[in-house]
T-cell receptor, first 114, second 112 residues
């Protein structure tokens, strides 16, 4: 069963639109949630969230975590064609043991058309 | 700034062949990881290492082996390649645990 679920799996928008990407999780002993952007090849880090309700912001991108409802959203305002990418959500947790685990969702493929 | 360097970028193997994917990082990170990414499936952890001489299995370790003789290098060995190992492989490193992974550019491997 998937512990980290992203939605939608794919999304097509026009330049200038605002998009919201979702990541829900179900893990034991949550530690952090991370967002990555993957363009041609290697994922690059966007945000790490550990506390509920505190928005992280970088330019047109922002993200927030809700630890009570077990989800995070990634918002992108005034989208540009350069925002086209796969957006990956990952959750770090320890489960029932002491070893950490990091599980990635399947990603959301965002396509921004001119 | 080299960061995490993976070689090769592309490789085609025949069933039953073996090969080593190389990974090196110059950031003095203790933590290193190998992931595989299949289309529409996200990233799956194969093996990870918390420091030189220490390695551990991830979610999908079968068919792979690793070693970590130095802080910088973390090679991934495929023995007896199978079509199920066709994937894109990413090496990554981090300063601490899973925080802010730095990824290499990936290796596209096809087993035919």
């Amino acid at each position: 069963e998937d512990k980290v679920v992203q939605s939608p799996l794919s999304l097509v928008v026009h330049e200038g639109d605002t998009v919201t990407l979702n990541c829900s999780y179900e893990v034991t002993n949550f530690r952090s949630l991370l967002w990555y952007k993957q363009e041609k090849k290697a994922p690059t880090f966007l945000f790490m969230l550990t506390s509920s309700g505190i928005e992280k912001k970088s330019g047109r991108l922002s993200s927030i975590l809700d630890k009570k409802e077990l989800f995070s959203i990634l918002n992108i305002t005034a989208t540009q064609t350069g925002d086209s990418a796969i957006y990956l959500c990952a959750v770090e947790y320890t489960g029932g043991g002491s070893n950490y685990k990091l599980t990635f969702g399947k990603g959301t493929l965002l396509t921004v058309n001119p | 700034n080299a960061g995490v360097t993976q070689t090769p970028k592309f490789r085609i193997l025949k069933i039953g062949q073996s090969m080593t994917l190389q990974c090196t990082q110059d950031m003095n990170h203790n933590y290193m990881y190998w992931y595989r990414q299949d289309p529409g499936m996200g990233l799956k952890l194969i093996y990870y290492s918390v420091g030189a001489g220490i390695t551990d299995k991830g979610e999908v370790p079968n068919g792979y082996n690793v070693s970590r003789s130095t802080t910088e290098d973390f090679p991934l060995r495929l023995e007896l390649a199978a079509p199920s190992q066709t994937s894109v492989y990413f090496c990554a490193s981090s300063y601490d645990r899973n925080e802010k992974l730095f990824f290499g550019s990936g290796t596209q491997l096809s087993v035919l």
